[in-house]
């Protein structure tokens, strides 16, 4: 499942095409991570252009990561089996293709449908991308590459919601697909281009069928439980009881396949190592946080709140951009600092944060808001490359980027799964607190017009309803962040000290996208 980038290329490149290589892999990688953080603001129109409810939308961004996970596991088979070439170009086309179906379609399951192949073509573009960098850039320039490639990994999170809100609230979230067309087939066809004739020989390599087939049934099975949980009362349901069963049954299934196999998807054996096994828990449980959070401030606020697609947007833009910040100063302190004392500080920081934002009593301003999300921004930065840090240590070349394939799949399922159990939660706290507080109320309701105090009176219930939901939220996820720093304390040390750091980065910014 490795990757080499030391095999020779057939006909090396010139220094000029390698940099339109570079750039045009760069404007691909940003397309596809630019396309998981402006969709986010669209989801309660898309719900309303398909006619749908919001939880249904939620479907198409949690999907999306889930398809995502899948495709680092299988990207070396691809690669291996078809070249850089065909994989890069195929993938960019299937990637317009769905683009061009979620622009056009009406119809819910199509444009789902479509949304998950975005996720599996996107997915394979990713690491890919990396292993054509490393392989065409001769070794004194190749930090050259791995710097435009880290600047296109970096700047879409910082960008996606609040172009994303823009463009929602200004021309149409359709238009997002549309702008994806033009470019994924621009990328496509000149990547064709330059490296027609240019690969390495192919090869047969095995793959891991059983074990990707037990994998798929039991990520999509627990998905669709967690996905149509809210939906249809959970495990009062006999679909979720199957769907749970299902899930479990194969995940078994899968973890004997993975431990004994010769040629395992995913290799379980790393969590014999400590550091691996911890990293490993807390990155699946911080991203599952994390990506629930962020879902209930861009979404939940849009549906209860009233907020515009742009301003939502806005709301996490200091977030994103101190987080970039911290990011690149991170990267210069993992060469001297014990990467165990920047995760805890990371965590800790991320529980004041969610104690801050639980701590209102009354539904908050937007400028009360903001500022909690500029103190994550300091904190996020250092947070995912230290738990990596930490769970890739003491391992080199093919083992770590077996365990880069398996951190990322813990990384994407966590942020799959947290989207519906946060907005699971965060339905029913709501119903919860509205109700006692409609209680509460029923002597005000009677003393007026009922018309017109009905109406007040709701709305100003939804509201106090939805920011104590919220508080809870934040306050579990704040525990939950607290618990995942213990957890750090049990990590051996670890500190790089490298002298081809930029390429161990490279690969670790693979889990960190």
């Known amino acids: 499942m490795a990757f080499s980038h030391h095999a020779p290329a057939v006909s090396p490149l010139s220094t000029s095409m390698v940099m339109l290589l570079n750039l045009v892999i760069g404007l691909g990688h940003f397309l596809v991570l630019f396309n998981t953080g402006a969709y986010l603001p669209m989801i309660p129109h898309v719900a309303?252009?398909?006619?749908?409810?919001?939880?249904?939308?939620?479907?198409?961004?949690?999907?999306?990561?889930?398809?995502?996970?899948?495709?680092?596991?299988?990207?070396?088979?691809?690669?291996?089996?078809?070249?850089?070439?065909?994989?890069?170009?195929?993938?960019?086309?299937?990637?317009?293709?769905?683009?061009?179906?979620?622009?056009?379609?009406?119809h819910y399951d199509a444009f789902l449908s479509a949304r998950i192949v975005q996720g599996f073509s996107g997915g394979l573009t990713i690491p890919v991308s990396l292993q054509i960098i490393l392989r065409h850039?001769?070794?004194?320039?190749?930090?050259?590459?791995?710097?435009?490639?880290?600047?296109?990994?970096?700047?879409?999170?910082?960008?996606?919601?609040?172009?994303?809100?823009?463009?929602?609230?200004?021309?149409?979230?359709?238009?997002?697909?549309?702008?994806?067309?033009?470019?994924?087939?621009?990328?496509?066809?000149?990547?064709?281009?330059?490296?027609?004739?240019?690969?390495?020989?192919?090869?047969h390599p095995p793959m891991d069928w059983p074990g990707l087939l037990f994998l798929l049934i039991a990520l999509v099975a627990l998905e669709s439980a967690l996905d149509a949980g809210e939906i249809i009362s959970w495990w009062r349901s006999q679909t979720i009881i199957l769907l749970g069963s299902i899930s479990l049954i194969t995940l078994i299934f899968f973890g004997i396949w993975e431990w004994y196999g010769r040629h395992p998807l995913l290799e379980l054996t790393l969590l014999k190592r400590r550091n691996f096994m911890i990293g490993s828990m807390v990155l699946f449980f911080t991203a599952l946080f994390f990506q629930g959070s962020i879902a209930i401030y861009i979404v939940g606020f849009q549906l209860v709140m009233g907020y515009s697609a742009w301003l939502v947007g806005l709301l996490i833009l200091p977030m994103a951009i101190f987080s970039k910040i911290s990011f690149i100063l991170t990267q210069r302190l993992l060469n001297h600092l014990d990467a165990r004392i920047l995760a805890i500080f990371s965590l800790l920081g991320f529980a004041a944060a969610s104690f801050w934002v639980s701590s209102y009593n009354h539904p908050a301003s937007f400028s009360e808001l903001l500022w909690p999300q500029a103190f994550v921004g300091i904190f996020l930065g250092s947070l995912f490359p230290s738990i990596i840090a930490i769970a890739l240590s003491g391992l080199s070349g093919p083992a770590e980027m077996r365990g880069t394939a398996f951190l990322n799949v813990l990384r994407l399922c966590g942020q799959a799964m947290g989207i519906p159990l946060i907005a699971t939660l965060f339905d029913r706290r709501m119903i919860l607190h509205a109700h006692f507080l409609a209680e509460g109320n029923r002597p005000t309701i009677y003393t007026l017009n009922p018309s017109v105090s009905n109406i007040r009176t709701a709305h100003y219930i939804a509201h106090q309803a939805a920011m104590l939901a919220f508080n809870e939220i934040f306050y579990i996820a704040a525990w939950g962040f607290l618990l995942g720093a213990g957890l750090m304390l049990f990590s051996k040390p670890v500190v790089y000290a490298e002298p081809d750091i930029r390429v161990r980065r490279a690969i670790e910014e693979l889990v960190d996208l």
């Open 48 to 106: 309303g252009s398909l006619g749908v409810n919001p939880d249904f939308a939620d479907w198409t961004q949690a999907d999306f990561f889930l398809a995502m996970a899948l495709a680092f596991p299988t990207s070396p088979w691809f690669l291996q089996r078809w070249g850089e070439m065909r994989v890069v170009a195929g993938a960019f086309m299937a990637f317009a293709l769905a683009s061009a179906i979620c622009a056009q379609t009406s």
């Open 137 to 203: 850039y001769q070794a004194h320039r190749r930090n050259i590459g791995l710097g435009l490639w880290g600047v296109a990994a970096l700047t879409p999170f910082t960008l996606g919601p609040v172009i994303g809100g823009w463009i929602t609230d200004s021309i149409g979230w359709r238009w997002l697909f549309y702008i994806n067309i033009p470019i994924a087939i621009s990328v496509a066809v000149i990547t064709a281009i330059l490296l027609f004739g240019r690969e390495i020989e192919h090869c």
